[in-house]
């Protein structure tokens, strides 16, 4: 019998309302079962942010230092416990054991950071226009935000999310993705551990359409912190807007990685391997297109075929593995779709293309490391988010058509491009319609102190890391104080209206 886990709402872990449950699978062997979360309702999100409303009132009077020390106090449990999370991590995700420490670890950079803007969290103090009055404007905490996040970074994105949110003064209602609700239990039970007051952080586990529609469509929840598909965040997106909540918007991408002809080619070939095939494809910024200048292409495709054929499937916990499993059933359809796209528009299908079930792979959702050749700009294969092991390659002549390429879809999340041109360089840094473009680096690789997120169909403007977010989360007040005694009158006494 599998352990049962509860939501926690209002200071304690508690059964759902609706009584119901569902099971959390290991997507290497579905035979595991993790455990079995609760299926909740949106009875159980209305407790969850009452009381979130309450901590409100307490955690919004904490001064923003003493907010920050629970924060490091996460970081030095997160590190503590990094072999252990890692471990549940990859179980319950399938991610290979080194990629699940990265994302422990970027939780733990996010945690110090964050723990460093309690005692920042700047306003201006500027001139007044008017002699003896003083001005300056600040932040303010805004209230309860609703946290919604993906499957595939079951730690670092909460993280992202809910440690500005919590700096900054506001409390969390929080619904992990339905596929990784064990780290999302851990998670929080660490938050509680360092000292987090019990109603600042409830944690609501279910499906989307429930309770996180519940959440995002809940009056007393002004702030929305969204990471998960486009189709999903525009949904998000029509009741925010209606209901005029702040919204931040992470979602899907296309990525491309550009090899041009003066390239330093095994640099990018281990820049594609990692960029297109670590976390089975599964990431916002993973290479779903390698573009390659026509001088260079048939070699590199070479070098590149060779080398994903000696790719290992596995166990992510298993020594040796490279690439894991995909998250579930649906993910494993949803590539084998797009290799039969592939084919019907007439790319050539270099390797993999298959599901892979022989030997230890028999219960899992494994899929071969893919490579379309052939592939031309404006075809589906070329265009649409697969989120699977599948790379698209495309032959360009020169570095403008690269570019175009790069541009000519409707995400904008990240770039990279392999030159040893300086001059191209900048002009990749300027030109190409991403949030984050790499110059010899692949396309995956974020680092906690910088703004993270995407242009276009991939957000709505804001971002995540950094200390951008910290603008997401809190209200920009400004205060004058007159102390001339006298009524001053702005724009007219001075220039003499
Ligand atoms: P998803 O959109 O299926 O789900 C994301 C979250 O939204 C889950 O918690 C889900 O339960 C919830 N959800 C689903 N329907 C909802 C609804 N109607 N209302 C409110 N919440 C709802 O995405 P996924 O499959 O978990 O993750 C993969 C997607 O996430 C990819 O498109 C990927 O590019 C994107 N992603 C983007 C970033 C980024 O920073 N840009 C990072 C990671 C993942």
């Known amino acids: ?13 508690v059964a759902p309302t609706t009584g119901e449950y569902f099971e959390n699978r290991n997507p290497a062997d579905t035979r595991d079962v993790i455990g ?11 407790r969850a942010v009452a009381s979130a409303a309450a901590g409100f009132e307490r955690w919004k009077r904490t001064p923003a230092p003493l907010r920050g020390d629970v924060l490091r106090r996460v970081g ?8 252990e999370l890692a471990n549940l991590m990859t179980r319950e995700m399938g991610k290979p054991l080194a990629e699940t420490r990265g994302d422990v670890q970027e939780g733990i950079d996010t945690a110090y950071y964050a723990a460093v803007e309690g005692r920042r969290l700047f306003g201006h103090t500027v001139p007044s226009e008017l002699r003896n009055k003083w001005a300056m404007s600040y932040r303010r905490p805004i209230g309860v935000c609703g ?9 670092a994105i909460p993280t992202w999310k809910m440690f500005p949110a919590l700096v900054c003064g506001n409390t969390c209602v929080f619904k992990p993705a339905e596929d990784v609700p064990h780290t999302g239990h851990v998670f929080v039970e660490i938050l509680l551990e360092a000292g987090l007051p019990p109603d600042v952080i409830q944690l609501v586990h279910g499906f989307g359409e429930t309770v996180g529609a519940a959440i995002v469509s809940h009056p007393a929840v002004p702030v ?14 029509e009741t925010c807007g209606r209901m005029h909540k702040r919204l931040s918007l992470e979602m899907g991408g296309k990525n491309a990685q550009i090899v041009l002809n003066d390239a330093n080619l095994e640099l990018a070939l281990e820049g594609v391997l990692w960029g297109a095939f670590g976390t089975t494809g599964q990431r916002c910024t993973a290479t779903s297109r390698l573009i390659v200048q026509s001088g260079v292409h048939d070699q590199f495709v070479e070098m590149l075929v060779e080398r994903v054929g000696k790719l290992v499937l596995g166990d992510g916990r298993e020594a040796g593995t490279d690439v894991g499993p995909l998250i579930h059933e649906e993910a494993v359809e949803k590539v084998e779709r797009y290799v039969g796209i592939g084919k019907e528009q007439g790319a050539t299908l270099r390797i993999g293309g298959k599901r892979r079930r022989e030997g230890s792979l028999a219960h899992g959702h494994f899929f071969d490391p893919t490579i379309f050749t052939g592939v031309t700009a404006g075809s589906r294969l070329e265009q649409e988010e697969i989120f699977g092991p599948v790379l698209s390659v495309v032959e360009v002549k020169s570095v403008d ?24 360089a900048f002009r990749a840094l300027s030109e190409l319609d991403n949030g984050i473009t790499y110059v010899n680096a692949p396309t995956i690789g974020a680092e906690a102190h910088l703004p993270f997120g995407g242009v ?41 209206g």
């Open 224 to 237: 929305i912190s969204f990471t998960g598909s486009t189709e999903t965040g525009s949904k998000v997106g």
């Open 401 to 424: 058509e690269a570019f175009a390429v790069n541009n000519g879809v409707r995400y904008g999340l990240s770039s990279s491009v392999y030159t040893s041109d300086v001059h191209v």
């Open 1 to 13: 019998m599998s352990q049962t886990f509860q939501n926690f709402i209002a200071g304690q872990w």
């Open 456 to 496: 276009k169909q991939t957000g709505n403007g804001h971002r995540e890391g950094g200390w951008e977010v910290y603008e997401f989360y809190s209200e920009t007040k400004v205060g004058y104080v007159d102390y001339s005694g006298v009524l001053q009158r702005a724009q007219i006494d001075t220039y003499g």
């Open 36 to 46: 079995r979360f609760p299926k909740s309702g949106a009875a159980d999100v209305e």
């Open 76 to 83: 030095d449990l997160l590190a503590a416990r990094k072999e």
């Open 147 to 155: 946290i919604i996040t993906p499957f595939n970074f079951p730690l």
